[in-house]
Each structure stands twice: as structure tokens, then as C-alpha cells.
């Protein structure tokens, strides 16, 4: 298992080391809403231009994350940085995009007249406007809908247009919190191209996401977060160095499939059964143990380890 | 531009779209035609013996006519505090409208100052296009026009923007049904506790009397609605309701004297205590 979150010893980064200092930089940030815990001393840094997974199951702690480091929530305890300034500092937010979970943007208002309204607010020079609004259009494709109201828009179109205005300025950190939830499977595509090219020129991507296999196409390190703690970071060879054994196997009820334990967290799909991090050579003992239990064995197929199988076992290890 | 003014020019963008400026036009011009059409016939009923009413007799009935029709048009503005005002924020606030928003260089100050500011912007354009239009009705169809109109256009303006105030306030912390509700009810409870006060005078009995006090403390809407009613007063009302002494003070559709200077003074900073509220409650919710 990976070190627990790039666990950072620094201390806060100084004034002067703003222009180089982390992405993201974080120190025990832990948040209570009332008696119930949100996030529990989360420490982590996100060098510059860095895709950063933050994966978590539902209520974990992830849109609270992206909340406190973006000073729409305060922390109960802990300390955090954005690009080298204090979170909630009015002007480090012109350097940074932000894709809410819940998109909703003016209905009465055209998509142009959305991103219009965000440049103003960023502030970005008025001359600029045009271009980086055709420009944003024109990356998520809805440069044919500039001019229609929001209200005519589909869920995955607004969820584009919260991309485009995310994009706006050209932001040095973006936070994308469940990009893809309403996209059909061309948007979720083309929103991991704006991803990769967002990387390319040097932004940090700080994506929140359900969907293991977008993040680990597009993530250069992971972050898995559980009941509001990080149990797991690292880069993907890193976390997915292991091997998962998938069978196909039938006879056996589920008293006798507990007996295979000792083979690591187990995935069950009824007849399919995924051992998400089991040693190859384990392979003979686990058919062994399988018959020995009265079980017919009709496929056995390793894999590398997925991060979904990753993410599972984590899981598995963590209650 | 400043968000202050991006916020406000927000708000009467969105009215204006959502064809809120245009459905409350349509209806001031129903209206208007309506009640010059009722105005008119003051002037050419007859009595019974086949007389027409006197000048003095039409301007009797058509000031206080004007005045319940003008209450009906701050009645239209107290509704628009619960659907326009009490809504305003929380409902972006639940639907999520307002994170990407907030997450910009953008202090909810500003945001709660801008919307404040578009929603002054339309009781303006609302009290003075209305308050013009009756006016103008009533002068056509009786020739009686009120001696204060401008006092009146600020007051009913004022009346108006309070109660949008409030349910601004509401918005910051209360879902927009709950807010809508509780600033109507206030709105009532106000005005029946002016009415109470007024008996207070009537029977010279002081607790009562400061019951009325205490209520335009709370929310001066009923105090602003005097003033308004005073302003469209003419000499021969005021000189009737005089002549009644203190009962004939116990009218909510009478005012015998303008709203005192302390009354007044006591609305501006009753104005800025709501929009600090309402800065403070919203700065101190979390999102």
C-alpha cells in the first residue's frame, strides 16, 4: 500500500516561494458539521500541473474537500494552501477554475452571456472576453448553442457549459468536482482530452470522480478518500502494482465462499468472483481451495490490478 | 464592473427575462384603466334627487379611493417580497447557481449588496411607472390629484423595499417558501399592529398605544404606509379627521400627520441593520 497521501512534514510555503510553490498544499484540514466528521486531518501537497484523482466513495469527504480548499466552507481545524497563498484569499481565486458537483447556471441567460458573466466576475480584461469565450465554446463543444438560452440546455450540456466557464482565463489550478456525471460516453472522451490538455500547458487538475476508469486514464496520482480520511495515495504504478484474479466459478454458497478469505478482499458478482489483489502465485492454492470446497472452477483470469479493484480493496481494508 | 453592480444588474436581468416586468406592467395597466373608468363615474353619477356630486364631495371620494388603490399596489409589492426577494438567495444557494459564482474573487458582501441594490432598482421603476400612471388616471377622470405625490412614490417605494429587505434577509438562511411566508405574515402582523397602536391613541392608553411603536420598530412598513396615506391626503380629509380628535386616528387608512423626523431617521438605520444582517448571516453560512 502506497504512503498515506503524499503526507507533507513542509510548512506552510512562504511568501516569496508563491510563484513555485505547490498547487495544492494542505496540513491536517479536518472539518465537523456539528458531531458528525466530514474530513479528518487531511495533509496532502499537488505539485503544479498535475491531474490529481481524488477518489472516494459517496459521503466520504470529497466535495467537502473542494469546498474548504476553495473558502466556500471554513475549516474546523487544520491549514491549506492554493498556489502558494492561504485558501479563502480573494485574489488567488482569479488563478483558478471550479466545477461544481451541482452545475446549474442562469436559464434566462444564453451560454454566452454565462461565461460572459464569469469573465466579469474573474475579472478578466473586457478585450479578452470574446476570445476566451469563443474559445471555451469551441473546447466543449457548444460553439452551435452560444446563443441559446441555458434554459433549452440538456444536463450534459450545462454540464459542458460549467466546463467552459471553468476554463475560462486560462486558470493555473482547476477543480473539477464529477465532471462527467451527466455526459454520454463522447463527452466523458472529450472531457479527458480538455483534461490531458489542461496538463499539458501546465494546469493542475484537482478532479473528484466516481469513475475509476476515467480517473486512472487521466490521473497522474490518486488520492482515496474514506470516511473523510485518506487511506491511500500515490501515483497509479504505485497503487496498482498488484495482480487481481478474476473466476468463474459455480457449487459454491456464500458460508463457502467466506472460507476463501485468507485470498484477500473478494469481489462478488455471483458467479464471478474477484480477488482484487491476490499474488499470482496463489493462483494453484486458490483453485485448490476452491474445489476443495466443492466448487467447479470454469475460468481463471489475472489481471493487473485495476483501480477499481484497488479502490475496492481499500475500501474492504478500511471497515 | 464592480460585482456590486454585476449582481444587481443580475437581478433585474433575470426579473426582466422571466417576464416579471412585463406581467406586472400588463396588470398596472389593467388596472390603471380599470380604476380610471371607476374614477370617472365619481364625477358623473348622479344622486338620487339627479344632482351631480359636488367638487368638494369628488375630491372627498376620490382620495380615499386613491388611497385603498394604492394600498392595493403596496400589497402587490408586499407579494413581490415573498416570491421575488424571499427566494433570492437561498433558492441559488440550494440549487447550486451561486458555488461557481462564489468560488470567483466575489465576497458575499457584494453579492448580498448587489441583489439589494437590483431589487431597489425595480421597487423604483415599479413604485414611480405605477404611482405616475394612477396618478395621471385619476387627474384625467376627476381632475383631484393628490397634494404629495412625490412624498407618496417615496413612501409606498420605501414600504416596498423594506419588506423586499427582509425577505433578502430571510433568503440568506430560510428556504424561499419559508421566508416568502414569514415576511407576509410580518408585513400583516405590522399593519394590524399600527392599527392596534392607533387604538392605543384613540383611548389615551399608553401600553396599548406602544404596542404600535414597537411594531414600526420592528418593521416600519405600517409607519411608511402613514406616510404614504398622509401624502395623499387632501386639506378637507385632514380637516375632518382633526375635527374627530384622537378616534378618528385609529384608522389604517387614515394618517393625520406626516411620519416624524425620529421615525424617519429610525428607517435608515432599520435599513442598515437588515443589510448587515443579512451580510452577516449570509458570510457566516456555510455552503
Redesign the interface.
Known amino acids: 500500500m502506497a504512503e498515506p497521501a503524499s503526507v507533507s512534514t513542509a510548512a506552510a510555503p512562504t511568501q516569496g516561494a508563491a510563484a513555485t510553490a505547490p498547487a495544492i498544499h494542505t496540513v491536517d484540514l479536518s472539518k465537523w ?1 456539528g458531531h458528525t466528521i466530514a474530513l479528518a486531518g487531511l495533509s496532502m501537497t499537488v505539485p503544479r500541473g498535475e491531474v490529481f484523482g481524488f477518489l472516494g466513495p459517496n459521503g466520504a469527504g470529497k466535495t467537502t474537500s473542494v ?1 474548504l480548499l ?1 473558502g ?3 475549516p474546523t481545524s487544520g491549514e491549506a494552501w492554493l498556489l502558494g497563498e492561504r485558501i479563502g484569499d ?2 488567488t ?2 488563478r ?1 477554475g ?9 436559464a ?2 444564453s451560454a454566452r452571456e454565462v461565461l460572459a ?2 469573465c ?4 478578466l480584461p473586457r478585450s479578452t472576453w470574446k476570445e476566451e469565450i469563443s474559445t471555451a465554446l469551441d473546447t466543449v463543444g457548444l460553439s452551435d448553442r452560444a446563443g441559446d438560452r441555458v434554459a433549452t440546455f440538456s444536463k450534459g450540456m450545462q454540464q459542458r457549459l ?1 466546463l467552459a ?2 476554463l475560462l482565463g486560462k486558470p493555473e489550478l482547476v ?1 473539477l468536482d464529477e465532471p462527467t456525471s451527466a455526459l454520454d460516453p463522447v463527452g466523458r472522451h472529450d472531457v479527458r482530452e480538455i483534461i490531458r490538455e489542461l496538463s499539458e500547458r501546465g494546469t493542475a487538475v484537482f478532479l473528484n470522480s466516481h469513475l475509476l476508469s476515467e480517473v486512472e486514464q487521466v490521473c497522474d496520482r490518486v488520492a482515496v478518500v474514506d470516511h473523510g480520511r485518506v487511506i491511500a495515495a500515490g501515483t497509479m504504478d504505485e497503487l496498482l502494482s498488484g495482480t487481481a484474479v478474476r473466476v468463474r466459478v459455480g457449487g459454491l454458497d456464500d458460508g463457502e465462499k467466506s472460507k476463501l478469505a485468507a485470498f484477500g478482499p473478494r469481489d462478488d458478482e455471483g458467479e464471478h468472483l474477484t480477488f482484487t489483489k491476490l499474488d499470482i502465485e496463489r493462483v494453484p492454492e486458490l483453485v485448490s481451495a476452491i474445489v476443495a470446497l466443492g466448487g467447479r472452477v470454469y475460468e481463471v483470469a489475472p489481471r493487473h490490478q485495476t483501480l477499481e479493484d484497488r479502490f475496492l480493496q481499500l475500501l474492504h481494508e478500511d471497515t | 464592473m464592480p460585482p456590486v453592480l454585476v449582481f444587481a444588474k443580475l437581478t433585474v436581468q433575470e426579473a426582466s427575462r422571466r417576464r416579471l416586468l412585463i406581467a406586472l406592467m400588463i396588470l398596472t395597466l389593467i388596472v390603471v384603466g380599470i380604476s380610471a373608468w371607476g374614477f370617472n363615474k365619481i364625477t358623473t353619477v348622479p344622486r338620487s334627487d339627479g344632482s351631480l356630486p359636488s367638487h368638494t364631495e369628488v375630491v372627498l371620494i376620490s382620495s380615499q379611493l386613491l388611497i385603498f388603490v394604492v394600498f392595493m399596489y403596496s400589497g402587490v409589492l408586499a407579494l413581490s417580497a415573498a416570491v421575488v426577494a424571499a427566494p433570492l438567495i437561498s433558492s441559488e444557494v440550494e440549487s447550486g447557481m451561486l458555488l461557481s459564482m462564489l468560488a470567483r474573487p466575489v465576497r458575499r458582501s457584494e453579492v448580498v449588496i448587489g441583489k439589494w441594490l437590483g431589487l431597489a432598482v425595480l421597487v423604483a421603476i415599479y413604485a414611480v411607472g405605477s404611482a405616475a400612471l394612477e396618478l395621471a388616471a385619476v387627474d384625467w377622470a376627476t381632475g383631484y390629484f393628490p397634494p404629495h405625490p412625490v412624498e407618496l412614490v417615496v413612501y409606498v417605494g420605501l414600504e416596498g423595499l423594506a419588506l423586499l429587505s427582509l425577505g433578502l434577509m430571510l433568503s440568506t438562511r430560510f428556504s424561499g417558501i419559508t421566508g416568502g411566508v414569514i415576511a407576509l405574515v410580518a408585513w400583516l402582523m405590522a399593519w394590524i399592529g399600527g392599527i392596534v397602536g392607533d387604538i392605543g391613541t384613540g383611548l389615551q392608553n399608553q401600553a396599548v398605544e406602544s404596542v404600535g411603536i414597537i411594531s414600526r420598530l420592528f418593521l416600519p412598513t405600517d409607519g411608511l404606509w402613514r406616510g404614504a396615506v398622509n401624502a395623499m391626503e387632501p386639506d378637507v380629509v385632514l380637516a375632518q379627521l382633526r375635527a374627530a380628535g384622537t378616534f378618528g386616528r385609529a384608522n389604517p387608512f387614515a394618517a393625520l400627520d406626516p411620519p416624524p423626523f425620529a421615525f424617519l431617521m429610525w428607517v435608515v438605520v432599520w435599513f442598515s441593520v437588515m443589510l448587515g444582517l443579512s451580510i452577516w448571516s449570509f458570510r457566516t453560512r456555510e455552503i
Do not use: D, T
Open positions: 458539521f469546498k476553495l466556500l466552507i471554513k480573494l485574489r481565486r482569479r483558478i471550479y466545477m461544481p458537483e451541482l452545475f446549474r447556471y442562469q434566462w441567460l458573466l464569469h466579469e466576475l474573474a475579472p460549467g466557464a471553468a477543480f
